[in-house]
């Protein structure tokens, strides 16, 4: 893969070198963060679609939080701290296959439950921060919480790659039946589907995106990129086709323009923040056309 | 092609420690419309549910003669989230295909699913917002994706409460064409002048099995039971 990367990254810069492309082309890792944006968007799009109509944005983002943790005991145990994947994973896997399974098992509401492990798992964090803080630099824990671009490498962008991989090998066989699942738990079994294997299949993706995502979006932000481009693709979309295909191009579209913008304009933010912010301008956009468009007016649905 | 007989063998049903159904024994013959009766909160939807694999209980549940699959399910409209982002042909997709919803329906199963929309009085509203639908409408396509693709078992909870006149017509018709090609209903009934009139055999059930015959008979001992 690193020599498709290479020759990738040759190709666009010689293109910025001749005027081509803006100027930022030139960088090799803001085309490492492009590459990983056009996965990151259809993914995101596609998933966070999924999350809202599951009405699961509370629980994705208590794992982005539980990343931030993970992060914490990978460099405790001495996992890079650029890269601590295997604790991260690890980490949020537990916590997020605990929370389901508790939540299988207790009669407490989704929000008060997915409340107490978030936190138990931001207290475990806070605490074990405190030991990490003096080993390392705080701008690496900043990178992990808000994203950077300049932290992205190759093994982020094959554990990016292996996670869509997973998604669409798992996800897109089972998609119907995920979503089945939660509207329905009857008409899902009627139809045959194993309802409890696929909501943890959907807590397992789910985690797989935000861990992959943290280099670039960060653990507080990644589920604001999960849930921002499906809600503002909701605004103007009243179809399942339409709202999924708008999420993925908006997801895209703040990815992109999030990276590009302060790159090209010298703004100091963290990648993370711009790239959500500009999904929240879409948000706000398309919260207009629904309010003052006369095809949406007075439209419960 | 007939639908099973299913059996239900002394099954119980216990959640939170309360007794929901207590060594529940029926059969529904082969090819049989059969309607469940009983007081609200009886158990009737734990003996759906329980059937459909959903809820663990004991003593055993078995389907006898021809194959079970597909089993088709309306189940009460109060149990479908109004507020979800699909059209009523997205509705379809989701429950009647392999590929993704959100890939859109190939051009075969376009045609069944409105095929079905058709024949439940539904044929104009494929590209509607299913939330937007009234409770009557709903129901229908809840109806029509239930004989999509033609089933062996049909499990009906409630599926003419809050419709209109015409809508009731419409269900009673098509069921007894699905009973007349040999399916097997199972049908949640609160109307016992309707179980009269279109059942072959009715259980009444509260928490345990209160009568089970035909309706002519039960019917007048659930209403003596009262």
């Given at each position: 893969m690193n020599a498709l990367y290479d020759s990738i990254r040759s190709y666009l810069q010689a293109l910025a070198a001749s005027g081509t492309l803006p100027q930022p082309f030139e960088y090799e890792f803001v085309i490492n963060?492009?590459?990983?944006?056009?996965?990151?968007?259809?993914?995101?799009?596609?998933?966070?679609?999924?999350?809202?109509?599951?009405?699961?944005?509370?629980?994705?983002?208590?794992?982005?939080?539980?990343?931030?943790?993970?992060?914490?005991?990978?460099?405790?145990?001495?996992?890079?701290?650029?890269?601590?994947?295997?604790?991260?994973?690890?980490?949020?896997?537990?916590?997020?296959?605990?929370l389901k399974y508790t939540q299988h098992r207790t009669t407490l509401s989704n929000d008060t439950l997915i409340g107490v492990f978030l936190s138990i798992s931001l207290a475990v964090g806070a605490s074990l921060l405190l030991f990490v803080s003096a080993k390392i630099n705080t701008h690496v824990m900043e990178s992990v919480l808000f994203g950077s671009i300049l932290a992205v490498d190759h093994t982020d962008m094959n554990v990016l790659l292996g996670v869509t991989a997973v998604c669409a090998v798992l996800g897109l066989p089972l998609y119907n039946g995920m979503l089945l699942a939660s509207l329905n738990p009857s008409?899902?079994?009627?139809?045959?589907?194993?309802?409890?294997t696929v909501e943890y299949v959907f807590v397992i993706l789910v985690t797989l995106v935000t861990v992959a995502c943290l280099k670039i979006i960060g653990a507080?932000?990644?589920?604001?990129?999960?849930?921002?481009?499906?809600?503002?693709?909701?605004?103007?979309?009243?179809s399942l086709p339409g709202l999924v295909a708008l999420a993925v191009l908006i997801a895209t579209f703040s990815c992109v323009v999030g990276i590009l913008v302060p790159m090209q304009f010298h703004i100091p933010v963290p990648t993370g923040g711009a790239i959500v912010i500009v999904a929240a301008l879409v948000f706000v956009f398309t919260t207009v056309i629904r309010a003052t468009a006369s095809r949406f007016k007075g439209a419960s649905v | 092609?007939?639908?099973?007989?299913?059996?239900?063998?002394?099954?119980?049903?216990?959640?939170?420690?309360?007794?929901?159904?207590?060594?529940?024994?029926?059969?529904?013959?082969?090819?049989?419309?059969?309607?469940l009766v009983g007081p609200n909160g009886g158990g009737k939807t734990s003996v759906v549910r329980a059937l459909l694999g959903q809820m663990p209980h004991s003593g055993s549940i078995r389907f006898e003669g021809d194959v079970a699959k597909p089993v088709g399910y309306v189940p009460q409209l109060l149990d479908f989230d109004r507020n979800v982002p699909m059209t009523v042909n997205d509705v379809m997709a989701l429950l009647g295909q392999r590929r993704p919803a959100f890939l859109g329906s190939a051009r075969a199963a376009r045609a069944a699913h409105a095929e079905a929309l058709e024949r439940t009085g539904v044929a104009g509203l494929g590209g509607k917002p299913f939330g937007s639908l009234s409770g009557g409408q709903r129901q229908r396509v809840l109806l029509a994706q239930a004989i999509s693709p033609m089933p062996r078992l049909l499990i009906l909870d409630e599926p003419t409460a809050g419709i209109d006149e015409p809508g009731i017509r419409l269900v009673e018709t098509l069921v007894a064409e699905l009973?007349?090609?040999?399916?097997?209903?199972?049908?949640?009934?609160?109307?016992?002048?309707?179980?009269?009139?279109?059942?072959?055999?009715?259980?009444?059930?509260?928490?345990?099995?209160?009568?089970?015959?035909?309706?002519?008979q039960v019917a007048c001992q659930l209403e003596t039971g009262r």
């Open positions: 963060a492009l590459l990983c944006a056009l996965v990151i968007g259809p993914l995101l799009g596609v998933l966070g679609s999924m999350v809202m109509i599951k009405r699961m944005a509370f629980f994705s983002q208590s794992v982005g939080n539980a990343a931030m943790t993970g992060v914490a005991i990978g460099v405790l145990i001495g996992e890079s701290y650029t890269s601590p994947y295997l604790s991260m994973f690890g980490f949020c896997m537990l916590f997020a296959l605990t008409l899902a079994h009627a139809r045959g589907v194993r309802v409890r507080v932000l990644v589920e604001a990129l999960l849930l921002i481009p499906a809600a503002a693709a909701r605004n103007v979309n009243r | 092609m007939r639908g099973p007989a299913v059996v239900f063998d002394n099954v119980s049903l216990q959640l939170g420690g309360t007794s929901v159904l207590d060594r529940v024994s029926f059969r529904i013959e082969s090819g049989a419309l059969h309607c009973h007349g090609r040999g399916v097997t209903i199972l049908w949640i009934n609160h109307d016992l002048e309707q179980v009269r009139r279109i059942a072959q055999s009715v259980t009444g059930i509260n928490r345990s099995v209160l009568f089970d015959g035909p309706p002519d």
